[in-house]
């Protein structure tokens, strides 16, 4: 099977998996090195959102242009000088060529793993059956097993429509050959922070606007507070609490309007206010499949939409971050292979926001525990970290969350936090009390020395 023609009869197979994003990819990849005969079918690029215009051209861009900051720190702090000038067209390239290349390299590795690739639009047309199609062939994939791993896509609101021309969404931004001399930034989440952060690192003039009260909202209070009190010193301007009626491209810029007559002008703007599953057109009302909300498809323990169907990744909105999908994708393949017997379970989910300064949080929060038993904090700058005073990159912090005396949850802002973030998710899963610190040797200097800082100082009541 070649990724470019269709039998036209029908086929059968195992599996079926329809999306070919970081979720469907690696539940095709995992399915076929068991053996498992599976078609792999994707409407648009391999990779997903995730390769093609999210996470890795978002953080190539960020890797990039991040000198421009680690200047700025040696140079406040008065031991280097200098300009860096980003050649952005440049970037662009080496952006398109890396995507292309892995895109290349993934269907190299599906067609030597025998995964029959099918570039087409699938639709369930009854239990057991997928009709695949494009403009000119269509075929029917009969299945024993079907996954839907077809992601979501941004959030629209009436009055907020991107043209991706001026008014831009994530895909839009990313296709830009520049950056705009000013910025306005509809959602303070992680997507619109890390792109408002390359805009800046260009040059650009950031104006944020959204209708919560802070930034980073999901993130603990003191972590988005520090946030925010950086991106202040870049001279970002930031409008919270405001509810935004419309954005509109006139003469060639970007306006917006919010509920209370205010005006909001700049060269572009970037709506980033959340996203919704790609559930519609794809059958589920064949199979009888439920779902909520905008539209994430309702899953039983075991991540089944249907009999012998299941809705991994942002399709059924448990957690909408790509390592998430794939630890369900190989969950999912494990159970059709009878390796897996018991309800999905999964260990603490990691997030983290890339940039200057970044953040991780791993396990649950002081505001999650609430009523669940004795809750304590303690933390560590990292003020008083010698890697952090090397990069005079300084302001931030580690926090440890602790329940009953063990660790429940851990979270940092500061320099290159996330650097030790799979450290942290062991020792939240584990959930360590203080003793358990003394069986492992963190190694001197090093930034991990502010999260062993931050497990041994005092724990003290959160509020």
Not at 29 to 45: M, R
Not at 101 to 123: E, F, S, W
Not at 297 to 313: H, R, S
Request: overall charge negative; aromatic content about 6%; some cysteine.
């Amino acid at each position: 099977m070649t990724s470019n023609s269709f039998p036209t009869e029908t086929r059968s197979y195992d599996l079926v998996v329809v999306g070919a994003g970081p979720g469907g990819f690696d539940a095709a990849l995992e399915a076929a090195e068991e053996g498992i005969k599976v078609a792999l079918v994707e409407k648009d690029l391999l990779g997903g959102t995730c390769l093609n215009v999210g996470c890795i051209p978002t953080k190539m861009y960020l890797g990039a242009t991040s000198p421009v900051e680690e200047l700025a720190a040696q140079s406040k702090a008065r031991v280097a000088k200098g300009e860096i000038e980003i050649d952005f067209k440049a970037l662009c390239t080496k952006k398109d060529r890396f995507i292309a290349a892995t895109r290349k390299a993934m269907a190299q590795k599906a067609k030597k793993l025998g995964i029959d690739i099918y570039p087409a639009v699938a639709k369930v047309i009854e239990p057991g059956k997928v009709e695949v199609y494009h403009p000119e062939e269509k075929a029917v994939l009969e299945y024993k097993n079907l996954i839907l791993a077809t992601g979501s896509h941004p959030t629209v609101f009436p009055g907020l429509e991107p043209d991706n021309e001026t008014i831009l969404d994530n895909t839009g931004f990313l296709a830009l050959e520049e950056m705009p001399t000013s910025l306005l930034v509809i959602g303070a989440g992680f997507i619109g922070l890390e792109m408002a952060q390359i805009a800046h690192r260009t040059g650009c003039k950031i104006t944020v606007v959204d209708a919560l009260d802070r930034i980073a909202v999901y993130e603990d209070p003191e972590v988005s507070k520090a946030l925010q009190g950086v991106f202040k010193r870049h001279k970002w301007k930031f409008n919270l609490g405001v509810k935004v009626k419309s954005v509109t491209a006139e003469n060639g810029q970007a306006v917006l309007r919010t509920e209370d007559g205010e005006e909001f002008t700049a060269d572009k703007a970037l709506i980033a206010i959340g996203r919704r599953p790609n559930s519609a057109g794809i059958g589920l009302e064949e199979l009888g499949v439920e779902t909520a909300g905008p539209g994430f498809v309702k899953v039983n323990e075991n991540l089944e939409a249907a009999d012998n169907v299941y809705a991994i990744g942002d399709l059924n909105g448990k957690v909408l971050l790509a390592h998430a999908a794939s630890h369900q994708a190989g969950y999912v393949v494990r159970r059709i292979s009878g390796k897996a017997e018991g309800p999905y379970e999964h260990g603490p989910i990691p997030s983290i926001l890339y940039g200057s300064p970044e953040t991780m949080r791993v396990g649950l929060m002081p505001a999650d525990l609430e009523g669940k038993g004795e809750v304590k904090a303690s933390s560590f700058p990292l003020v008083a970290n010698p890697i952090a005073q090397a990069y005079a990159s300084t302001q931030g912090f580690v926090k440890v969350v602790w329940l009953d005396g063990k660790v429940a949850g851990i979270t940092a802002v500061g320099h290159h936090v996330s650097g030790f973030t799979t450290a942290a998710a062991m020792i939240v899963q584990e959930a360590w009390t203080k003793d358990d610190i003394h069986k492992v040797v963190f190694p001197h200097p090093s930034l991990d020395e502010a999260l062993l800082g931050a497990l041994k100082a005092d724990q003290v009541d959160p509020k």
